[in-house]
């Protein structure tokens, strides 16, 4: 066998050099100098950036960063350990902490912000505005981190990768109107009002529009209750579906008249479900200021991973120009595409910005962060239990949901494992062992949840939720009254002893007989001993002799163990 030839690996290795160059490099342009914008060069070459989404660390990795933007060295030290039961928190809060937790919102409502880019011209150097930035990003963190740590506050786990929200100031400063994409089924939680605020201090002739996507979830009423509480704040608003919109008209027509209500006048209410069609027209003339671009209207999308930013782009161009994912994050870096030759459509990377929630769960079960991710499927399905009904769930899946035993509520809702142990049984979702593979199954019914197949509407902050959304009435009526097989409960009910559990194992342990010194439970036993003439031979054996009985006992107790279980 010939041995490999090192001249030639050498040269292979200084082509790739040659061509793709070191990472540090990369930002570099062509002429080895760095500049201001896309245009007029800012300092950036965003067609090369490699984008990596940063929206959880470990306290370890969060201390590292901060370091390298702040420039400075650092000494480990040991530091006292603290062990946290996993099982004391299983993601749903009480009324009082969930209270408590809304008040804190309102006080510190001021303090929630976006990173602000440092003011900077054509004077500025490349060094000077990437050292400015940095340290303003800096102290955006420190301040969020105030926020968490000396007011208990819980944020959503924010973009921290400064890149990001560099791409996100040079969207905001080329277009005139930022649309904000929220979703339908709880629009407060992906509408940042600080975004808001920074596009008017970028320029007063900017404006902002709310597009409610995925609006075919809500009913004409429940568009018009959303409709009025953004109206009432100042804030334009517009109801779209990118799924109906990229629905061939012929071949759906019946799915589009049912959802989009052509039938009753839908399009003449004040807040209808806009059309394709309609939705360009607003576009169009929304915006009346002095433009960027001369004679071109630039449109900035910019939200939350999984809110349908590159569906909408993809309805309205009528082909497919951006990748969709259910991923968070998908989208790297800001696009342009032309829409017509007066639109300009820039598509903004997918921001998780710092919001206030109540828990983790809440952020999976709204798609802000990715459920094939997700480390523990007990809290997020907890969230749903406590948000679909019971009757709902099962209706949907055609499953029995254990009901509540002996001494608990009988109104409460299931439990997670309770949930999960039914549908995985149901499905044959089983684990090497024979158990119901729960996290396997979690994801199903998350990912139902995140698509509307599980459907639930968040109401606005003025509005009744109960009567803002309503449930339907059990149409399974089989499964009302029907029980359980044995085996069927076995596999899916947790294990708790009842008092009838209790009764049978205490009555089962009593025995008849007599007990003698060596014999145990022989009826009519006597006393054995050397005074007696009885023969070297010990009667228990001779009574079971021939019968097996010692084995037949043991084969009992082992079955029974495994019927148990």
């Known amino acids: 066998m010939n041995k490999k030839n090192k001249s030639?690996?050498?040269?292979?290795?200084?082509?790739?050099k040659d061509r793709f160059g070191n990472k540090k490099d990369r930002k570099m342009v062509s002429d080895n100098s760095m500049l201001h914008t896309t245009e007029i060069q800012d300092g950036y070459d965003w067609g090369r950036l490699n984008l990596q989404s940063v929206t959880e660390e470990s306290s370890f990795q969060e201390f590292l960063s901060t370091a390298e933007l702040a420039g400075t060295d650092f000494q480990a030290e040991k530091l006292n350990i603290k062990f946290v039961n996993p099982r004391s928190n299983v993601g749903l809060l009480t009324k009082e902490e969930l209270n408590e937790a809304k008040d804190a919102h309102k006080k510190y409502k001021s303090a929630l912000k976006i990173p602000r880019r440092p003011p900077w011209d054509a004077e500025t150097t490349p060094d000077e505005l990437d050292k400015n930035e940095k340290e303003t990003f800096l102290e955006w963190r420190r301040s969020l981190a105030i926020l968490q740590e000396e007011h208990g506050i819980v944020l959503t786990p924010y973009e921290k990768n400064l890149e990001f929200w560099r791409q996100l100031w040079r969207v905001v400063e080329r277009s005139d109107v930022i649309v904000q994409i929220v979703d339908a089924r709880n629009p407060l939680l992906f509408r940042c009002e600080d975004l808001e605020s920074y596009v008017k201090e970028v320029s007063p002739n900017k404006m902002n529009l709310i597009l409610v996507n995925k609006a075919d979830f809500l009913s004409d009423t429940q568009r018009q209750v959303w409709g009025e509480y953004f109206n009432s704040n100042g804030v334009e608003v517009a109801f779209y579906s990118a799924h109906l919109a990229s629905l061939d008209p012929s071949e759906n027509e019946e799915e589009i008249i049912t959802k989009?209500?052509?039938d009753d006048d839908t399009f003449k209410k004040p807040y209808p479900l806009l059309t394709r069609e309609e939705l360009i027209g607003l576009l169009r003339t929304i915006h009346t200021q002095t433009k960027v671009t001369p004679n071109v209207t630039t449109v900035g999308l910019v939200g939350y991973p999984n809110v349908?930013?590159?569906?909408?782009?993809?309805?309205?161009?009528?082909?497919?120009?951006v990748s969709v994912s259910a991923t968070p994050g998908k989208t790297k870096h800001f696009q342009t595409h032309y829409l017509d030759k007066d639109i300009l459509l820039c598509d903004c990377p997918g921001l998780v910005m710092p919001s206030f929630v109540f828990s983790k769960a809440e952020m999976i079960l709204n798609g802000i962060l990715p459920i094939d991710q997700m480390r523990d499927h007990v809290p997020p399905t907890n969230l749903l239990t406590s948000l679909i009904p019971r009757h709902v769930i099962e209706d949907r899946y055609g499953i029995m949901i254990p009901k509540p035993l002996e001494g608990e509520d009988p109104n409460r809702d299931p439990t997670a494992e309770e949930l999960l142990n039914a549908y995985a049984y149901n499905r044959g979702f089983m684990t090497a062992n024979g158990q119901p593979d729960n996290s396997r199954a979690a994801r199903?019914?998350?990912?139902?949840?995140?698509?509307?197949?599980?459907l639930y509407c968040h109401a606005p902050p003025n509005i009744n939720q109960k009567e803002y959304h309503t449930w339907i009435d059990r149409q399974n009526t089989k499964l009302e009254n029907q029980v359980l097989p044995p085996r069927a409960a076995r596999a899916v009910r947790p294990y708790h002893a009842t008092t009838e559990d209790i009764d049978k194992q205490f009555f089962k342990s009593n025995s008849q007989g007599i007990h003698a010194?060596?014999?145990?439970?022989?009826?009519n036993a006597q006393k054995v001993g050397p005074s007696t003439n009885q023969p070297d031979e010990k009667p228990w054996k001779q009574h079971n002799k021939h019968k097996n009985k010692g084995k037949k006992e043991k084969l009992?107790?082992?079955?029974?163990?495994?019927?148990?279980h």
């Open 556 to 564: 009992r107790r082992v079955y029974a163990h495994l019927d148990q």
């Open 260 to 262: 989009l209500s052509l």
């Open 308 to 321: 349908g930013k590159s569906s909408t782009i993809n309805s309205l161009l009528c082909d497919k120009k």
């Open 444 to 454: 199903y019914i998350l990912k139902d949840y995140m698509n509307g197949k599980l």
């Open 8 to 16: 030639n690996s050498k040269l292979g290795r200084s082509l790739i």
């Open 517 to 523: 010194k060596g014999i145990k439970g022989l009826p």
